[in-house]
């Protein structure tokens, strides 16, 4: 063969590999949609059951032959998970019904803008406000943080404007205590080495990094009245009144009432309506599942899939809902 004849065969059997990897490469792609879930911190409850309602999405959810493949990306909860949807930075996020709200109509930390875009998929598990002080701190009430070092969350966290609204309550402001802005987990390791006083939490019982913090310390949670949940609700209407169960942490002998809310999935609105329609199928057709592998999973219920949700249902969710009988609002 001559070197012209060879360099033209080989011009050719290169034009086939372009051709055959631009064929290739589109029908790859469709047969799979990748759908990621923003969550929270390790210690916490959003990433693991996130991580289970990745799962739960990647084995039962598809469009058009696509697998839908989600994941669970770790990351600052409610606040920061609505801000990466505004930006529509990724696909669906974790977040409390307050923050949901509070975001889609510009209130509270939002008051610079409204996130408009926000879509709910359904709500998922209860959380549970819990105060947590090392038992020998002297602290019994909330009346006693006064002077103390307190962990209220990052700044602009749905956590740090609770922590606000409780101050509110007892007649005291941001000054009257030592504010502490660090992460969940920080908090908690901050806790341990007595670098702090009490940190505020809120997510699903128990909480792993609380339960891990009660097996080598000694802890206790602050209780709240009738009175004080009330008043503490006309700021934050979301919340209602809720119980730690006795025996939910080690050496937690009796139940203690405290403040609760739904925890949503939410998208933004940028989202196909079948991609949507899928998810949300998976999830909600696949409750069982969720509930063998997480304890927080067998809150997850088709018929409490709207409590608390205030902002509008993605199109594709409404449409799963209204086959399965779900009257929206």
């Given at each position: ?5 060879w ?89 409390g ?16 803008g ?17 105060v ?16 103390k ?73 602050l ?39 739904r ?5 933004h ?51 799963f ?9």
């Amino acid at each position: 063969m001559s070197f012209a004849n060879w360099k033209s065969k080989a011009a050719a059997v290169a034009a086939s590999m372009v051709v055959a990897v631009a064929a290739v490469g589109p029908a790859a792609s469709a047969e799979r949609i990748f759908f990621g879930i923003a969550t929270g911190s390790t210690g916490g409850v959003y990433y693991p059951l996130g991580g289970m309602i990745a799962q739960v999405i990647s084995n039962n959810a598809q469009v058009d032959g696509a697998r839908i493949i989600a994941t669970a990306e770790t990351g600052n909860a409610s606040v920061a998970n609505a801000r990466l949807l505004q930006d529509e930075a990724i696909e669906a996020g974790m977040m409390g019904a307050d923050i949901a709200d509070q975001a889609y109509r510009g209130t509270a930390q939002f008051d610079d803008g409204a996130v408009t875009n926000l879509r709910a998929i359904g709500a998922l598990f209860p959380e549970t406000v819990q105060v947590v002080v090392r038992s020998e701190s002297g602290i019994e009430s909330f009346e006693d943080l006064a002077g103390k070092t307190v962990s209220s969350g990052p700044a602009g966290s749905g956590m740090y404007q609770l922590f606000g609204d409780v101050l509110d309550v007892f007649g005291m402001e941001r000054d009257d205590v030592r504010e502490d802005f660090s992460s969940f987990s920080q908090a908690v390791d901050k806790l341990r080495d007595g670098n702090i006083d009490a940190f505020f939490a809120i997510g699903g019982l128990p909480t792993v990094a609380i339960q891990d913090l009660a097996s080598s310390h000694d802890i206790r949670l602050l209780a709240l009245t009738d009175d004080e949940i009330a008043r503490i609700r006309e700021a934050q209407p979301y919340y209602s009144s809720t119980v730690v169960p006795a025996g939910t942490y080690e050496g937690q002998d009796e139940d203690i009432q405290t403040l609760g809310l739904r925890a949503l999935l939410v998208a933004h609105d940028g989202l196909e309506d079948d991609v949507v329609y899928a998810v949300t199928k998976a999830i909600y057709d696949n409750t069982e599942t969720l509930a063998k592998v997480h304890v927080q999973g067998r809150n997850v219920a088709l018929e409490s899939a709207l409590d608390s949700v205030s902002i509008p249902v993605h199109p594709g969710a409404a449409r799963f809902f209204e086959e399965a009988g779900i009257e929206l609002e």
